[in-house]
């Protein structure tokens, strides 16, 4: 069955880093897409950043210059590295790969920051 682990996750204090990871359970092929969504309570969950098969990525703005989106070549593993975190980074992050077939989701990871 394919599925998406996540690990990563904590608390740290404001201007603290951590790392995420994702990696997949080997039975997903032709992905064009792999990266990390988020949602904060109350909100609607929303791309934080993304990394597609060329190696091109996008970023939500407010991320920009400070998480870093990466992957191995092989498409079973992406990283979100988040740096200078702010408490409004706050939030439940979930991994998310793409084929032409359909979306798979992780199970999500708590990331808090605090003030």
């Known amino acids: 069955q394919e599925h998406l682990v996540e690990s990563g996750g904590g608390l740290v204090q404001a201007g603290g880093s951590l790392n995420l990871s994702c990696t997949q359970s080997?039975?997903?092929?032709?992905?064009?897409?792999m990266g990390w969504y988020r949602q904060a309570p109350g909100k609607q969950r929303e791309l934080v950043a993304e990394i597609y098969t060329g190696g091109s990525t996008d970023y939500t703005d407010s991320v920009k210059g400070r998480f870093t989106v990466s992957r191995d070549s092989a498409g079973n593993r992406v990283n979100l590295q988040m740096n200078s975190l702010r408490p409004e980074d706050t939030a439940v992050y979930y991994c998310?790969?793409?084929?032409?077939?359909?979306?798979?989701w992780g199970q999500g990871t708590q990331v808090t920051v605090s003030a």
């Open positions: 080997g039975l997903i092929y032709s992905i064009g897409a």
């Open positions: 998310h790969f793409q084929n032409r077939l359909r979306h798979y």
